[in-house]
């Protein structure tokens, strides 16, 4: 059953620069679990029922981190300090991998997102490989992941074998072509096996106004509710 969503506060204790992004650290009675999110009011002026989703990149006792872009604008409205209305825990946790799983995680643009997946799974006995179609800094990731870079659809193909579930966080025009190269790869492919993030504006995040309703091979789900991590196999339609 999902956990009932509640409004508190984050408070932005600092900020890191991480390249090209920058992490923000939130004491927050977050209650968040690898694959949910906050819905924060980041700025003031906006109306307060539209909210804008902060993934975590780092689930804490305490709170959370979160990646953003050095010119995304709500870095204008958050610095250390400050104090953000947040709801929280939203939308469906992932679950934990079983003990000692191989994950395999994919990313183009930034694999901020899947960290907490990661950890969850390092903490369990497992191992994690991420493979990214770009560099990343490498001080945002735990030493512990192996990393790949090149052609995701090549990866994919050549790691399948050895993973037992994938996260994924790209484009959706990479969803097909990293679907066929683990179909490819593996003699099956499982429900659930490969699951793919899709995270459209989710302005109440409580499946009442249908804004960030995804088609699936199961009709439109709200992926503020339902989502935001789908069955990769359900996306392909
Ligand atoms: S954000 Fe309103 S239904 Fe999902």
Same mark, same amino acid.
């Given at each position: 059953?999902?956990?009932?969503?509640?409004?508190?506060?984050?408070?932005?204790?600092?900020?890191?620069?991480?390249?090209?992004?920058?992490?923000?650290?939130?004491?927050?009675?977050? %209650?968040?679990?690898?694959?949910?999110?906050?819905?924060?009011?980041?700025?003031?002026?906006?109306?307060? !029922?539209?909210?804008?989703? /902060?993934?975590?990149?780092?689930? *804490?006792?305490?709170?959370?981190?979160?990646?953003?872009?050095?010119?995304?604008?709500?870095?204008?409205?958050?610095?250390?300090?400050?104090?953000?209305?947040?709801?929280?825990?939203?939308?469906?946790?992932?679950?934990?991998?079983?003990?000692?799983?191989?994950?395999?995680?994919?990313?183009?643009? *930034?694999?901020?997102?899947?960290?907490?997946?990661?950890?969850?799974?390092?903490?369990?006995?497992?191992?994690?490989?991420?493979? /990214?179609?770009?560099? !990343?800094?490498?001080?945002?990731?735990?030493?512990?992941?192996?990393?790949?870079?090149?052609?995701?659809?090549?990866?994919?193909?050549? #790691? %399948?074998?050895?993973?037992?579930?994938? #996260?994924?966080? *790209?484009?959706?025009?990479?969803?097909?072509?990293?679907?066929?190269?683990?179909?490819?790869?593996?003699?099956?492919?499982?429900?659930?096996?490969?699951?793919?993030?899709?995270?459209?504006?989710?302005?109440?995040?409580?499946?009442?106004?249908?804004?960030?309703?995804?088609?699936?091979?199961?009709?439109?789900?709200?992926?503020?509710?339902?989502?935001?991590? #789908?069955?990769?196999?359900?996306?392909? *339609?």
């Amino acid at each position: 059953m999902m956990q009932a969503m509640r409004q508190t506060i984050a408070h932005c204790q600092r900020i890191e620069l991480l390249g090209q992004r920058v992490r923000l650290h939130f004491e927050c009675v977050a %209650a968040l679990a690898p694959g949910q999110f906050v819905l924060a009011r980041v700025a003031p002026a906006f109306d307060p !029922y539209l909210r804008r989703s /902060l993934f975590p990149s780092v689930i *804490t006792p305490n709170g959370f981190a979160a990646d953003l872009a050095e010119d995304d604008p709500a870095l204008r409205f958050i610095a250390p300090g400050s104090d953000v209305d947040v709801l929280t825990p939203a939308g469906s946790p992932v679950g934990g991998p079983p003990a000692a799983s191989r994950l395999l995680l994919i990313a183009d643009q *930034t694999p901020a997102v899947l960290l907490p997946v990661a950890a969850r799974a390092i903490e369990s006995g497992g191992s994690v490989t991420l493979l /990214l179609a770009q560099p !990343y800094p490498l001080d945002a990731l735990d030493p512990r992941l192996e990393i790949r870079v090149g052609s995701l659809p090549e990866l994919a193909a050549d #790691f %399948a074998p050895t993973a037992d579930l994938v #996260f994924i966080h *790209t484009a959706q025009s990479l969803h097909r072509p990293i679907a066929q190269a683990l179909a490819s790869a593996r003699p099956t492919v499982a429900a659930g096996f490969a699951r793919a993030l899709f995270a459209p504006p989710m302005p109440c995040g409580t499946g009442a106004c249908g804004a960030c309703a995804v088609r699936t091979a199961r009709g439109w789900k709200p992926a503020c509710t339902e989502g935001p991590f #789908f069955n990769l196999a359900d996306l392909e *339609t």
